[in-house]
């Protein structure tokens, strides 16, 4: 398996390029903490907190959302038509080149 490449746009408008493992069972949530960008996480990736909520910049196809991530997502701040919860977007070779932008801390 192969290294993808997703870019993160950080709460100042920074990019950061990462590459992220596509054989370890992660996801956008565990890849921003890896590299140490400004995402909490605190609920460690079961959608019951909204500290990793992200923007899709991109056009890359996501699966469909689960309705405990839109149950987390009604209660968010910040909520936008392109919201996702980082912890359920699952590093694979079909998000390779994926943009998010960091929604602001509530």
């Known amino acids: 398996m192969a290294d993808i490449k997703v870019t993160i746009i950080d709460r100042e408008g920074e990019s950061h390029e990462l590459l992220g493992p596509t ?10 903490k890896a590299y140490e960008l400004p995402v909490l996480g605190e609920c460690g990736g079961m959608a019951m907190c909204a500290t990793c909520q992200c923007y899709i910049e991109s056009d890359t196809e996501l699966n469909e959302q689960s309705d405990d991530e839109l149950d ?3 209660q968010a701040f910040f909520v936008e038509d392109n919201s996702r919860l980082g912890c359920q977007i699952q590093l694979d070779e079909s998000i390779d080149g994926i943009v998010l932008r960091l929604a602001p801390e509530a």
């Open 23 to 32: 054989d370890m069972n992660m996801n956008i949530m565990e890849l921003c």
């Open 72 to 74: 987390m997502l009604d």
